[in-house]
């Protein structure tokens, strides 16, 4: 199949074009927010494609990340997602502005099918009339890196000062008088500048192998997130063998087991959590080992891959489904 998607997020649109599929991913000059291209990745079975040269691609699915790619899209190829060319569209995140009230910007739309990356996004999402479907993060096992030797806390956050609340950037603070936190990622220097020197240090914004490693050294991981879509950054620290501190909102009381970590609401049992593990390393160790087993189970790339391949067929039946019919079109 030709499957056509923007490298909107680097980590997803990774797993994804790692399946038995060439993907197309628009290009411009100026490598602007509508083309990216591979922006340097070594993605082997993905093309690089210009505007012009989309009309004349034969497009078996779109993946669709954006509301305004169903006109972008109509734009650089002449032919309309849902109708004209079988599309699914991708939801990153859990609705914004509240949980009960929030409508999907494809609601309306029954020949698009929405898939969510969390039960808990497709829940709290108020999805109208698109049909849906859940396909969970999968993620390539880096294989059993956890030696937890440093007694301290890793956190894995994207601009934690702009995402205060949202990723729980001021709960690092009261975590830190349990246990001295590093924090790693991109925009975490203003740490420095904005919290109280209380044991939190940024570890800098490193490559995946490199970061994957740092963190594995440390104790365990902390997941603070309070409104944000799945990270693959926890999911990544269960897979090297890292025990879980995580604040029980969106999709982590499913993502971590219960013998995997601690998850909770009560901030006195997190820190509880916290301290335990970091004065036991082997009662760390046989959590992180049972939290990586889990994650292989559930964040596989194999099922990732093989739960696309069905999810693209039933965009295609959702397509023509929705199709009108010649009477549709002439009635009477």
Known sequence: MKILMWHLHGGYTDALVRGEHEYLLPVDEARSEWGRGKAGRDWPRAREVTADELMDEEIDVVVLQRPDEVDVVHRFTGRRPGQEVAAAYVEHDPPREGPTTSEHPIAD???????????????????????????????????????GELPRAASVLTEPMRRWRLAGTDLLPEFAKTAPIDVYGPGGEALRRTLPPTGIHHG??????????????????LHTARWTSLGVSLIEAMLVGMPVVAI????????????????????????????????????????????????????????????????????EEVRQRSAPTFLDEFPG
């Open 109 to 147: 739309r029954d020949d698009i099918l929405l898939v969510h990356l969390t039960h808990f996004n497709r829940l709290f999402w108020d999805n109208g009339r698109a049909p849906t479907a859940v396909i969970e993060h999968g993620v390539p096992d880096p294989g059993e890196l956890y030696t």
């Open 248 to 315: 029980a909102a969106t999709d982590a009381a499913r993502a971590v087991p219960p013998d995997g970590g601690v998850v909770s609401t009560d901030f006195d049992v997190l820190a509880d959590g916290i301290r335990e593990l970091i004065e036991d390393p082997m009662l760390a160790r046989e959590k992180g080992a049972r939290a990586r087993a889990h994650a292989l189970e559930h964040y596989s790339l194999d099922r990732f891959l093989r739960e696309w391949d069905e999810a693209f067929a039933l965009a």
């Open 204 to 221: 800098g914004e490193l490559a995946a192998a490199e970061l994957r490693a740092e963190i594995a050294r440390r104790r365990l991981y």
